[in-house]
Every structure is written in structure tokens, then in C-alpha cells.
């Protein structure tokens, strides 16, 4: 099975290129984050006529998330137990969306970015990724792929200058404590060894172009999911052209079990 993951920053401006990418790739599961639209204003025709199932959450123009899968879509899950809300009245946000593919739990994950280590948003941030990890505790004993955009740099080579970052979010010791935290749960990250490099690259003074980028888009895969890894890459070629989101994909590959 092959199993992918891209914050495509808007499935209505890129629907043609999410529709390519599958087609190149010939993908089984794609989680989306970003898709920044409700289900009923999605562009979903051509991926079921290529053979998708589709879920979606998304209730505005902002976040949202969606899982295409071509080996089945089952019990599908908008947001995860205890999942924390956001503004005032607190609120979930579409930015977590579960379904079984292809015997595989999919987590498509869009965690809060944090703004500012000294913003509201930040102590949200934390509070939610505590919250995820309480929920996939449970999820380890299953084939889990917990995948998407986490907005954490979790080393120093993630980033394409830590002392930029210093002050920012993405690198703080609290989030990089909260992501080392499923991986001291049980959780692996499957797609550096195979797959190095940036995955975001921002619009800004031409990041992409002189790849001062960051690694923010990762797999993390329970011990029966991970054992069945064979390889992964980054799609760098989707960074690049017009119209395209500020990230690449990231694609994994499985083994029958």
C-alpha cells in the first residue's frame, strides 16, 4: 500500500495537482490538511471517478482535513477523544480526521501552529498534541499512521537555520518534548531514514528556490505499521511551479501484512 500526506494549502486551488500527483504515484491513501473548505464545497468528482472514497471535515475557509482512499474508507472518525477546542466560545477544530484503509488506522493531522511561544495559541498547541498523544496510547496495539503537518522541527537539522528560529515556534523545547513524547509511547517516525530533507518551504524571499526550508510533515507509525515500511520520499517536484502549496508531499510505502 502506498500512503501519502500533503498539506496541499487549499484542495480548491490545487485540485488538478492533487488529481496529477495520484495518477503519478499511483497512491492508495492520501491524507490532506489545509483543505481550507467545507466538504460540500470540495471538488470531489474527479477523484471518485478515479476510484476514491473521500472524508472530509472542514467548516470554513481555514484548516480542514481529508482522507482519499482507493482500498476502503471505514469507520470514519472527525476529531480524536478529548481533542481541545479553540476561540469563544472553545471549539474543535477540523484539523483531525481517522478512517481504517486498507486495514490501516489513517490519522490525517493538522497540528496547531502556536504563533508565538508567548500566544494563547501556543499553550492550545501544547494542550492539543497532549491531548493526541493520550488518544493514540491507546491506538498503539493496531497498524496506526498518525500523519500530516505537526508543525514541530523536532531537530536542528529540520530547520534550515536554528539560530533564525531561536525565538519562534516550531523549535521551543516544550514542542519538541511533546513530539518526542510518541516516540517514547511507542510511535516511530518512519520517513526519516528513507526520505531526508525540507518538507515546507515558505512563499517568502524565495525559500524554496534556495531551499532554506523546514521539516514539519511526518508519518508516525505504530510498531505493526512501522515494520512494514519499505520506503518513503518527498515529492520536492510538487514544491516547485505556480500554484503550488508551500509543501511537499510526503509519500510511504507498506508491505502487504
Same mark, same amino acid.
Given at each position: 500500500?502506498?500512503?501519502?500526506? #500533503?498539506?496541499?494549502?487549499?484542495?480548491?486551488?490545487?485540485?488538478?495537482?492533487?488529481?496529477?500527483?495520484?495518477?503519478?504515484?499511483? *497512491?492508495?491513501?492520501?491524507?490532506?490538511?489545509?483543505?481550507?473548505?467545507?466538504?460540500?464545497?470540495?471538488?470531489?468528482?474527479?477523484?471518485?471517478?478515479?476510484?476514491?472514497?473521500?472524508?472530509?471535515?472542514? *467548516?470554513?475557509?481555514?484548516?480542514?482535513?481529508?482522507?482519499?482512499?482507493?482500498?476502503?474508507?471505514?469507520?470514519?472518525? *472527525?476529531?480524536?477523544?478529548?481533542?481541545?477546542? !479553540?476561540?469563544?466560545?472553545?471549539?474543535?477544530?477540523?484539523?483531525?480526521?481517522?478512517?481504517?484503509?486498507?486495514?490501516?488506522?489513517?490519522?490525517?493531522?493538522?497540528?496547531?501552529?502556536?504563533?508565538?511561544?508567548?500566544?494563547?495559541?501556543? =499553550?492550545?498547541?501544547?494542550? !492539543?498534541?497532549?491531548?493526541?498523544?493520550?488518544?493514540?496510547?491507546? !491506538?498503539? +496495539?493496531?497498524?496506526?499512521?498518525? =500523519?500530516?503537518? #505537526?508543525?514541530?522541527?523536532?531537530?536542528?537539522?529540520?530547520?534550515?537555520?536554528?539560530?533564525?528560529?531561536?525565538?519562534?515556534?516550531?523549535?521551543?523545547?516544550?514542542?519538541?518534548?511533546?513530539?518526542?513524547?510518541?516516540?517514547?509511547? +511507542?510511535?516511530l517516525e518512519v520517513t526519516r531514514e528513507h526520505a531526508p530533507g525540507y518538507t515546507y518551504w515558505d512563499y517568502y524571499r524565495q525559500r524554496f528556490?534556495?531551499?532554506?526550508?523546514?521539516?514539519?510533515?511526518?508519518?508516525?507509525?505504530?510498531?505493526?505499521?512501522?515494520?512494514?515500511?519499505? +520506503?518513503?520520499?518527498?515529492?520536492?517536484?510538487?514544491?516547485? +511551479?505556480?500554484?503550488?502549496?508551500?509543501?511537499?508531499?510526503?509519500?510511504?510505502?507498506?508491505?502487504?501484512?
Amino acid at each position: 500500500m502506498r500512503l501519502a500526506t #500533503w498539506n496541499v494549502n487549499s484542495l480548491r486551488s490545487r485540485i488538478d495537482r492533487v488529481e496529477a500527483f495520484l495518477q503519478r504515484h499511483d *497512491v492508495d491513501v492520501l491524507a490532506l490538511q489545509e483543505t481550507k473548505a467545507r466538504e460540500d464545497q470540495l471538488p470531489l468528482m474527479g477523484l471518485q471517478a478515479m476510484g476514491y472514497e473521500v472524508a472530509a471535515a472542514g *467548516v470554513n475557509q481555514w484548516n480542514g482535513v481529508a482522507i482519499l482512499s482507493r482500498v476502503g474508507l471505514a469507520d470514519v472518525e *472527525v476529531g480524536f477523544p478529548g481533542q481541545p477546542g !479553540w476561540g469563544e466560545p472553545a471549539a474543535a477544530e477540523a484539523r483531525a480526521l481517522g478512517a481504517t484503509c486498507g486495514g490501516v488506522r489513517v490519522w490525517s493531522l493538522y497540528v496547531p501552529n502556536g504563533r508565538k511561544p508567548d500566544d494563547p495559541h501556543y =499553550v492550545y498547541k501544547l494542550d !492539543w498534541l497532549a491531548r493526541l498523544r493520550d488518544a493514540a496510547t491507546g !491506538w498503539l +496495539g493496531e497498524p496506526t499512521a498518525l =500523519v500530516g503537518d #505537526w508543525n514541530i522541527c523536532p531537530t536542528d537539522d529540520d530547520v534550515f537555520d536554528p539560530a533564525q528560529f531561536r525565538n519562534s515556534t516550531h523549535v521551543t523545547p516544550p514542542e519538541r518534548a511533546a513530539f518526542q513524547a510518541f516516540l517514547d509511547e +511507542g510511535y516511530l517516525e518512519v520517513t526519516r531514514e528513507h526520505a531526508p530533507g525540507y518538507t515546507y518551504w515558505d512563499y517568502y524571499r524565495q525559500r524554496f528556490e534556495r531551499d532554506r526550508g523546514l521539516k514539519i510533515d511526518f508519518v508516525l507509525g505504530s510498531p505493526s505499521l512501522a515494520e512494514r515500511v519499505t +520506503g518513503a520520499f518527498i515529492d520536492r517536484d510538487e514544491r516547485a +511551479g505556480t500554484g503550488a502549496s508551500d509543501h511537499a508531499p510526503v509519500v510511504v510505502d507498506l508491505t502487504t501484512p
